[in-house]
């Protein structure tokens, strides 16, 4: 009996997992997943707070490392049974340079791939995006939209397009053989804008508020819907997924899977202030304050300034041309894909996230009464 508990026991490794999202993965594993012996948690930026989740049960190896260097990932890959790949550089503000996100979102995938088949893992789950469908580049509206709906994908940005040749190459890799000769089984998940816990333009935009007097101002329509998922039920979808790709690799190997929940339908900015009103801030403006293409010109003049500036210092604010685009399409996703292929429901309700987020902001930002 006690053999037979101690075989089922597995090795999970999440790449990424000092992250916003790869936090609550590594949180939502040792919490919900039965199976788990150990897990492997992979980042170039390890978190204190690993430390405390070294005490419990089940055994956590902090691992140092870089997804683009395919040895020390091969290194980390080795032996786990199933590898959560959530590590991405997320820049959408002009931080880092085109090559570098490429490097890390679409080599670093490829060098996930590459080490599970060299060292024989079967299970990969990759974190993708919904920006791999779009918004595209000429403002099409996503509308209440699922996994098949058809949609004219074209990115021009770097971090949508290695996000989605990322994407690409993982599904393309489901069914290679691996070492000892079984087929690799993956899936990729594509969350729509995550909030949360941990959530760092959220608290970008609650201190922008405190900095302007307690007020944010309307820029963005509110008829503009776009999609926003809690953070825990991400993690909680994730962890289902890779928890069922085994039993249901001939339904789930190769598939996408866009993450959802009963969060509701709102504009950016409404949305946001579900949890920043709460906090003290209001919203001015029942329509934008200012008309849309004096906000094209603000977002055109940024882009200028960063490539300006960019030998002296680098300036890298909210509002750039594509941010503004993504922000001013409606993107909304509307499916059961994951409950119907792996018996995902949410495990947070909205007013429950809603709770946790507002709590996180207040503790956060210090404003808690
Ligand atoms: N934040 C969002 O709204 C959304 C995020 N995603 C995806 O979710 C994943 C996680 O995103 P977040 O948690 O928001 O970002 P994050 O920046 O908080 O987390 C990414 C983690 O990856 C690590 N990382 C970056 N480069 C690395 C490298 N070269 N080697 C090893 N680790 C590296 C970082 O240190 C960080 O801990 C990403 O793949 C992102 O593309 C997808 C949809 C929406
Ligand atoms: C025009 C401004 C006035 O208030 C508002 C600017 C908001 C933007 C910074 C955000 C609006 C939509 C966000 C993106 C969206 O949630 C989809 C994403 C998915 C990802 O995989 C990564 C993050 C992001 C691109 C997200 C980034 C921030 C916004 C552009």
């Given at each position: 009996m006690a053999d037979s508990a101690q075989a089922q026991k597995l090795v999970y490794l999440v790449t990424g997992g000092c992250g916003f999202l790869g936090e609550h993965v590594v949180r939502m594993l040792l919490q919900r997943e039965p199976r788990l012996g150990e897990l492997r948690v992979f980042d170039r930026h390890l978190g204190p707070w690993l430390e405390e989740l070294k005490t419990g049960p089940v055994r956590v190896t902090a691992i140092q490392g870089d997804v683009t260097q395919a040895h020390e990932v091969a290194a980390a890959v080795a032996g786990a049974h199933v590898v959560i790949h959530t590590a991405g550089l997320v820049d959408v503000f002009g931080r880092a340079s085109p090559e570098t996100i490429h490097e890390?979102?679409?080599?670093?995938?490829?060098?996930v791939i590459e080490a599970c088949v060299q060292t024989g893992t079967r299970f990969l789950v990759y974190t993708s995006s919904m920006e791999v469908v779009g918004p595209n580049t000429k403002g099409h509206p996503f509308y209440r939209g699922n996994e098949d709906t058809p949609y004219e994908a074209v990115h021009r940005h770097p971090?949508?397009?290695s996000k989605a040749l990322a994407?690409?190459?993982v599904l393309e890799a489901n069914g290679r053989k691996v070492r000892g000769g079984l087929p690799l089984v993956t899936c990729a998940l594509r969350p729509t804008g995550i909030y949360g816990e941990g959530?760092?333009?959220?608290?970008?935009?609650y201190r922008q508020g405190l900095r302007l007097g307690g007020w944010l101002f309307r820029a963005i329509p509110a008829s503009v819907e776009h999609g926003r998922v809690y953070v825990g039920n991400v993690a909680w979808m994730h962890v289902l997924a890779a928890r069922e790709l085994e039993q249901r690799a001939a339904l789930m190997g190769g598939q996408v899977y866009f993450c959802y929940d009963g969060s509701p339908y709102k504009s950016y900015e409404d949305f946001n202030m579900e949890f920043l009103g709460p906090c003290g801030l209001r919203l001015v403006g029942?329509?934008?304050l200012l008309p849309y293409w004096l906000l094209v010109f603000l977002a055109a003049l940024n882009a200028l300034l960063q490539w300006l500036l960019r030998p002296l210092v680098l300036y890298a604010p909210l509002l750039n041309p594509y941010t503004l685009a993504v922000a001013n399409t409606t993107f909304t996703v509307s499916t059961d894909k994951a409950q119907r292929h792996f018996g995902y429901e949410p495990l947070f309700s909205w007013e429950d996230s809603r709770t946790r987020t507002i709590l996180w902001v207040q503790a956060a930002t210090g404003s808690a009464q």
């Open positions: 890390v979102n679409v080599q670093g995938t490829r060098n971090y949508p397009c994407e690409w190459l959530h760092q333009i959220m608290r970008d935009f029942a329509r934008p």
